[in-house]
């Protein structure tokens, strides 16, 4: 396959200035006064060199900071890079920050205008695509409005449709897919689909990493800067959840002397994090106890965390997942922010979560949680397997049920002559 | 280039758009905005205080609508990279382009004022010649200033806010010591400090054209194209400079 993007020894550096914007004056002050050494520099990228075949989705990850947004902008020919050069072969589009790329103040079909031409195309080739675009963003009644009155949602889906139809060779998506509901989510991992079907190339980054994962041919892992890993999706994720799990340490040594750090003897399962806050006890409940016994199908079950901030922190992003023996994510819940979700967070809080009737297959499970600070760069308390219960059988004789969720079946069998069999089984 | 010519068309009708949103009158306004500027000249300066000169409202207006030209246009350039984020964040999007659609979008402005000059002109039964045709070539060495001063004003008030500030309080200074609505003494009118002004020289070549029926002068006209171009190089060299760090800023 030929190659679509190269990045070669990439090295981007910002100056740093301590008050921006900077005014003439103290512009001419430092001339004058020759202080100009006296500025801050950051390493956005360190000598990064990567290159991405055609027909490629390739996913890169990393924390806060560590060079993404940097990445994907020089990626699109935005800025020079301080050393080093991108190649890219075809056309560039990129949707990179929600809530810039339109004028709030055109209607959503100006707005279209807009990018389609800077996408190298005709008034009336836009004016073609034009109805493409507003239908598979579900806005036509809306299309005529000025894009400032619109929702997150609503732009999103404007600008991921415009984005798709002006069918550049490689699109670049910063963080997008993550809005929108669950079915338009859908409907563009399968416009994705085809998009790499016709040999285009794809660059996303997803704080996701099961989205990742399941999209991508290809991650890239970026640390401070540089890449760590390219690789297939599982492999550069572990190594990912590896670095994660490695910075927690670095700041769990930091600030132990704060915080308590009780390392917890546990009767099975791992458990790690900083201990800034912690998850003190997790319960589960089945009608009105804590359990001890196997749970029947369709028996109720509450997970009771119980908090505790040894540090007062504005808000904290929270998992609580049921896992099975082999590993399978049957369920989790990703609360990315708990001010927004329940309110402020206070020092000692229950966080309840009940569950009518548990879906599930036979078989023992365990209960994941885990408290994270919100941009999710390391782990604050997370619980693996410490919290297993177990679901006993109650199924059809004779009857064998495998996978993950239990559905809810009746089953008949009745016999038919034989001519009726025929139609039938011709339909 | 069709694809430049598409954009910049696309760009001034943005700028249309944008301008004229929730406006009754709309595109109107910019036909009754220097007819405004007319009347508060004709009335101050023909009847409060009489300057004297013939044919007043032609006079001035000969020389009014490029001055509005070069003063809407610098006017709003401090803003053009600034404002359009949107724009400048995109792949394959030379900044550029947004000096030249503001240019044209004002220039616009210019030439739908023209047909109520030449009817001013006819009312006051002023000679019409042939010279009127040198115009455009007026016209192009304008722009050529326009364009540079508008690129360097863009550009560095991306990285120093105060040179916008600086614009707009320079701009009402330049109209008084332009000869716009009067006529300069003799003396003052030959001085250099006066023709330091490259929008005198301009005014002056505007004015032969229309209201006089006359030639322009040829020196002063090429010294101002001269320069022009120097600024135009010196804009263009400092923009290619600084593009990227203005991208990085924004």
Redesign the interface.
């Known amino acids: 396959m030929p190659l679509a993007v190269k990045a070669d020894h990439l090295t981007k550096r ?1 100056r740093v200035l301590r008050n ?6 103290e ?1 001419l002050l430092r001339r004058l006064t020759g202080k100009a050494a006296g500025q801050d520099h950051v390493l956005a990228l360190d000598n990064v060199t990567f290159s991405i075949e055609q027909g490629q989705i390739v996913g890169i990850v990393g924390h806060n900071g560590a060079g993404k947004s940097t990445l994907l902008r020089l990626l ?5 890079p301080t050393s080093g050069r991108v190649t890219s072969n075809g ?4 949707l ?2 929600l809530g ?4 709030p ?2 209607t959503g079909r ?1 707005n279209i ?2 990018t389609g ?4 195309l ?2 009336s080739e836009v004016v073609k695509r034009q109805d493409a675009i507003i239908a598979f963003a579900e806005l036509e009644s809306f299309i005529d409005l000025p894009v400032r009155t619109y929702s997150s949602g609503m732009y999103l889906r404007l600008a991921f449709a415009a984005a798709m139809e002006f069918d550049p060779s490689i699109l670049i998506i910063d963080e997008v897919l993550t809005v929108g509901d669950e079915r338009f989510q859908q409907k563009c991992l399968e416009r994705i689909q085809t998009f790499r079907a016709r040999g285009k190339t794809l660059i996303v980054t997803s704080h996701d990493a099961g989205l990742i994962q399941s999209l991508c041919d290809q991650v890239l892992v970026l640390e401070e800067g540089r890449v760590v890993v390219q690789g297939d999706p599982k492999s550069a994720l572990t190594c990912y959840h590896d670095l994660m799990r490695e910075r927690t340490n670095r700041r769990a040594s930091l600030v132990s002397s704060k915080a308590v750090l009780p390392h917890l003897l546990n009767a099975q399962g791992s458990r790690q994090g900083t201990q800034e806050a912690t998850i003190a006890s997790v319960r589960l409940i089945s009608r009105g106890k804590e359990i001890v016994e196997p749970l029947s199908k369709g028996q109720d079950l509450t997970i009771e965390l119980a908090i505790e901030l040894h540090v007062a922190f504005p808000d904290l992003a929270c998992t609580v997942g049921i896992f099975s023996e082999t590993h399978v994510k049957c369920f989790e819940a990703v609360i990315s922010s708990m001010k927004t979700t329940f309110g402020a967070v206070q020092h000692h809080s229950l966080l309840q979560c009940k569950i009518e009737s548990l879906p599930l297959l036979p078989g023992t499970y365990f209960v994941n949680v885990g408290l994270f600070p919100t941009d999710w760069s390391f782990v604050y308390d997370f619980h693996w397997q410490m919290h297993p219960f177990t679901l006993i059988s109650s199924e059809t004789p004779g009857m064998n049920a495998a996978g993950v969720v239990s559905l809810q079946t009746e089953w008949a069998v009745t016999s038919i002559p034989a001519n009726a069999f025929r139609s039938a089984s011709s339909m | 280039m069709i694809y430049s010519a598409d954009l910049i068309w696309h760009l001034v009708q943005r700028d249309f758009q944008l301008s004229h949103i929730g406006s009754f009158l709309g595109v109107g306004w910019r036909i009754l905005l220097p007819l405004a500027q007319l009347a508060l000249l004709v009335l101050v300066f023909g009847s409060i205080v009489p300057l004297d000169i013939p044919d007043y409202p032609a006079f001035i207006y000969s020389a009014l609508l490029p001055w509005l030209w070069f003063n809407s246009t610098l006017g709003s350039s401090g803003f053009l990279f600034l404002g359009n984020r949107d724009l400048l964040r995109r792949p394959n999007f030379s900044p550029i382009v947004l000096i030249v659609a503001n240019m044209i979008s004002t220039l616009i402005t210019f030439l739908v004022s023209l047909p109520l000059l030449f009817f001013l002109l006819a009312w006051y039964e002023r000679p019409v010649s042939g010279a009127v045709v040198l115009f455009p070539l007026i016209l192009l060495v304008q722009g050529v200033l326009i364009f540079g001063l508008s690129l360097i004003i863009a550009t560095y008030n991306v990285f120093y806010r105060d040179i916008a500030h600086f614009v707009s309080i320079i701009l009402p200074m330049l109209f008084f010591i332009t000869p716009v609505f009067y006529r300069p003494m003799a003396e003052v009118e030959y001085s250099s400090w006066f023709q330091l002004n490259p929008m005198t020289a301009l005014v002056r070549a505007y004015r032969a054209v229309f209201f006089h029926g006359a030639m322009p002068e040829w020196s002063a006209v090429l010294i101002v194209a001269a320069i022009s171009l120097a600024l135009l190089w010196a804009s263009y060299t400092a923009y290619r400079n600084r593009l990227p760090d203005i991208i990085d800023i924004l």
């Open positions: 910002y921006r914007p900077m005014t003439l004056r512009s699109c020919g935005l800025g020079r056309m560039v589009n990129g990179l920050e810039t790329g339109f004028h103040d055109l100006q205008m807009t031409i800077l996408n190298g005709r008034h």
